[in-house]
């Protein structure tokens, strides 16, 4: 999730202005922030508590086995997991493909003029700056 905050802080500067969605990152924010709590509270959160139940009453061994992974309850929650992955992929991924094929297909013309004088990078040590103190 902070890699895809990160990328779309990034294309919003790298795409030009005309060519940027607001409504395509909002649906792509929220679609990602959905599905990923649908996985955690509908799947994973579950059965790590019901797990984590056998594993103290039968054994470690029983909580990874494979009979306990193919109960039906347990497949069911596999299963009641797929709403937010397709939420996730189709409202949240997708969205952030076509942003960056955006940025890529029309980038933002505004550059730094090559005579401009560049900022001064943080904590750079200037040694003609530097004489004169």
Do not use: H
């Not at 797990?51 to 029983?62: E, F, M, P, R």
């Not at 069911?76 to 397709?86: Q, S, T, V």
């Not at 076509?98 to 750079?124: D, G, H, S, V």
């Amino acid at each position: 999730m902070l890699a895809a905050g990160l990328l779309l802080f990034c294309l919003r500067y790298l795409t030009r202005a005309d060519r940027w969605s607001d409504r395509a990152a909002k649906i792509s924010f929220w679609s990602l922030n959905i599905g990923l709590a649908w996985m955690a509270f509908v799947n994973l959160f579950p059965l790590g508590i019901v797990q984590l139940y056998y594993a103290v009453d039968i054994g470690y061994w029983y909580a990874r086995s494979l009979a306990f992974i193919n109960l039906p309850w347990v497949n069911f929650l596999e299963w009641a997991r797929l709403p937010g992955d397709a939420l996730f992929i189709v409202g949240g991924a997708l969205p952030l493909v076509w942003l960056c094929w955006q940025a890529l297909r029309y980038p933002n013309p505004l550059r730094i003029e090559p005579e401009t004088e560049l900022p001064r990078m943080l904590y750079t040590y200037d040694a003609a700056r530097n004489d004169s103190l």
